[in-house]
């Protein structure tokens, strides 16, 4: 029997190096069909606690968790994609009968559009720090288990808060940089032509 639903994600969780839950967002069909499969996302928390560290120490030593595309596995009746970055680690689980492709492209969109929140060093503390960017971001991706979101760029675009070092002039950006850039190039023409004489 196929899936004939959107509701593809049962859980998205995120844990430290240690196996300890940093974030954890866990979806159930509001309104189950005869025609869905059965979904098997646990319902407790001592349930929720086991799966992650019954998924914690059966990925933790992968060796393609940390490549570029992370893995896929199959455990509990649940369709797992995982990746590991620096000190975290990632899942996004799906129902067994779900298409890999598909919950790769939302897996793949929220670690992305994570990379540009953070430019790209995804980390335990800066998470922490930011966690409701993380939480935003997540929501941008997922909405009760349907995937709404795949691109990056759009999910960063819609989270980012406006930066508070940067003053706006007209449609001209002008912040710390800029202004160094302005004094070097000054300063070097200065240079220039004080050497002509």
């Not at 844990?15 to 059965?38: C, Q, V």
């Not at 939302?106 to 930011?130: I, M, N, P, S, T």
């Not at 960017?133 to 406006?162: C, H, K, N, Q, Y």
């Amino acid at each position: 029997m196929s899936n004939l639903t959107l509701y593809n994600v049962q859980a998205l969780i995120i844990l430290d190096s240690e196996g300890h839950r940093i974030l954890s967002k866990y979806y159930s069909p509001k309104y189950p069909n005869a025609l869905s499969p059965p979904s098997h996302t646990p319902q407790t928390l001592k349930d929720q606690k086991s799966l992650e560290k019954s998924l914690f120490e059966k990925t933790r030593k992968s060796p393609s968790a940390s490549s570029s595309s992370g893995d896929i596995l199959l455990l509990d009746g649940h369709l797992v994609l995982f990746k590991q970055s620096l000190d975290l680690w990632f899942y996004l689980l799906g129902g067994q009968g779900e298409n890999e492709l598909l919950l790769n492209a939302g897996f793949v969109g929220f670690l992305d559009a994570l990379g540009l929140l953070f430019r790209g060093q995804v980390e335990k503390r800066a998470l922490v720090d930011a966690l409701d960017l993380v939480v935003l971001a997540l929501d941008e991706t997922f909405d009760d288990g349907i995937i709404i979101e795949t691109d990056p760029a759009t999910i960063a675009s819609r989270v980012s808060r406006p930066r508070t070092d940067v003053a706006s002039v007209g449609d001209i950006q002008i912040n710390e940089q800029t202004i160094m850039n302005a004094y070097q190039t000054v300063r070097e023409r200065m240079q220039r032509g004080l050497g002509a004489f």
